[in-house]
């Protein structure tokens, strides 16, 4: 007698079960994997921000200064400068595009596009490049397309102007102007042709911030500190404390912190545009945003934080010094 043996396979209910179980498994382990990539994403934009600090050091150790925030050297237009994101790129391994820019009262930095849309001659090195050291791998923003043109970079980093009125202290308007473009502040670090050096920072380099990240959207739409692109500058030479006054300074590179980080408050002449001087300092990452202090040292700053401590770490000289935080 031959016996025959039934093999028994899997019956619908049981493959109906086994899939629910895997994908149980796989929406419990999907936020762990999605947590992970932000963190290694958030690490990345650390080592870009201590990067920058490392060059900022050294540009202070080469000039016995840092660099200007944004800076301009005639009053006719188109504007003709730039801002410390070209000029710490030697002390970023970038030298070769340093070497090919020229830094001149004709020359200007507007990479593609400028006014009446005539294009660059001598600086077109910049047309086009993208720095991924200036680039928070978190971002959404576009790499290239800005306003006027899609051949300038969208840097994610912007230098600290400083505090805007109400400043903490005894004197609520130090180192503020109106300059037509919101709050301009020359408080801070990185500001509009004007340059300081560490000596100048009372409060302390490891008390006082270098550089914010400025990486998301207020309310859908680019206003990050990058009209014409990542690398153009004021629109004329004088600075917030100029005896001739300040009007119609507008600049890229720099902002006055009037706002508390990832707002998505939208004011007429102090953050809808990408060229007024109060643009909100934001990101990608949940709960916070990167900050390079000036002790080159790079810390998370909670969205939640007191306004009124970050105020204090904007201002380099306010004498309000913070502990921790």
Known sequence: MILFSRRRGFTLVELLVV????????ALLLPAVQQAREAARRMSCSNNMKQIGIAQHNYHDTFRKLPYGSFN???AWPSNGTNWRTLILPMMEQGNIVDNLRFTTTSNFMAGGAAGGNYLSENRVLEDLVLEAYRCPSSALDELKGHNNDHAMNANYVGNQGAARP??????????KDCGHGWSCNNG????????????????????MMVWE?????????????????WYGSRHPRSVDDPAGCGDLWQTGTSCLRFAPNSNIVQTGATEAMYRNNTVVNSEHPGGIMGLLSDGSVRFIPEVLDFETLKRIACRYDGQVIGSF
């Open 214 to 230: 400025q990486s998301g959207f207020v309310n859908k739409v680019n206003r990050t500190s990058n009209y014409y692109g990542a």
């Open 167 to 176: 400043i903490p202290g005894p004197n609520p308007n130090m180192g503020t």
């Open 19 to 26: 899939i629910a179980i895997i994908g149980v498994l796989i």
């Open 189 to 208: 670090v990185l500001v509009a042709n004007q340059n300081y050096g560490f000596k100048d920072i009372t409060d302390g380099t490891s008390n006082t």
């Open 73 to 75: 050297l005639r009053e």
